[in-house]
């Protein structure tokens, strides 16, 4: 079945670009049924919306992040990315990558998530 | 933006109880409002959609109701795999939002 896998540096220091990547495994990201999100999770608080991506490249962007994320996909490794820049220590979390409904608009798969500290 | 707000933050319950925890928008989403179930340390859970339908393979004591401003969860039996933190979600627009959590947990 279809899973999605987080990578990327667990530190990132202060003032430079967090990039995450998601591994695509057991389904194609080129579907036009599903966009693709980040969601992170601050430790001990609730879940924040990122921004979603669709196949086409479209994006959506929380706005209270939107000048600091780019959200890209490259469907011949069927993957898609985050970055996040000027990062501070308000940043670390732990970051997931998921997969979202179009018709129901609700995200039924998710990666694992991976840890991201801001840190000198 | 739409802004979502959940009540209460915590409850505690015994199993057997039935549980309804209330999810609130600030503006009408129809019924485009999804619930999570979160463990500590593990991805949250999808467990109802489109407001009231559930999930494949969820069990039949969730279940979820309302539209367009005020929603609801009810767990008609909890059960010890229940205790856990209940996120609900909207997707009325390409903008999303969470609400901010409830908490279950044991009496």
């Known amino acids: 079945q279809l899973q999605l896998q987080e990578s990327g540096p667990g530190l990132v220091k202060p003032s430079e670009t967090l990039s995450l990547t998601c591994t695509v495994s057991g389904g194609s990201i080129s579907s036009s049924s599903y966009y693709w999100g980040w969601i992170r999770q601050p430790p001990g608080k609730g879940l924040e919306w990122i921004g979603s991506i669709y196949y086409s490249g479209s994006t959506y962007y929380n706005p209270s992040l939107k000048s600091r994320v780019t959200i890209s996909v490259d469907t011949s490794k069927n993957q898609f990315s985050l970055k996040l820049s000027s990062v501070t220590a308000a940043d670390t979390a732990v970051y997931y990558c998921?997969?979202?409904?179009?018709?129901?608009?609700?995200?039924?798969?998710w990666g694992q998530g991976t840890m991201v500290t801001v840190s000198s | 933006d739409i802004q979502m707000t959940q009540s209460p933050s915590s409850v505690s319950a015994s199993v057997g109880d039935r549980v309804t925890i209330t999810c609130r928008a600030s503006?009408?989403?129809?019924?485009?409002l999804a619930w999570y179930q979160q463990k500590p340390g593990k991805a949250p859970k999808l467990l109802i959609y489109?407001?009231?339908s559930l999930q494949s393979g969820v069990p039949s004591r969730f279940s979820g109701s309302g539209s367009g401003t005020d929603f609801t969860l009810t767990i008609s039996s909890l059960q010890p795999e229940d205790f856990a933190t209940y996120y609900c979600q909207q997707a009325n627009s390409f903008l999303l939002g969470f609400g901010p959590g409830t908490k279950v947990d044991i009496k």
């Open positions: 998921a997969r979202r409904v179009v018709i129901v608009g609700a995200f039924d798969i």
């Open positions: 489109a407001a009231s």
């Open positions: 503006q009408g989403i129809s019924s485009w």
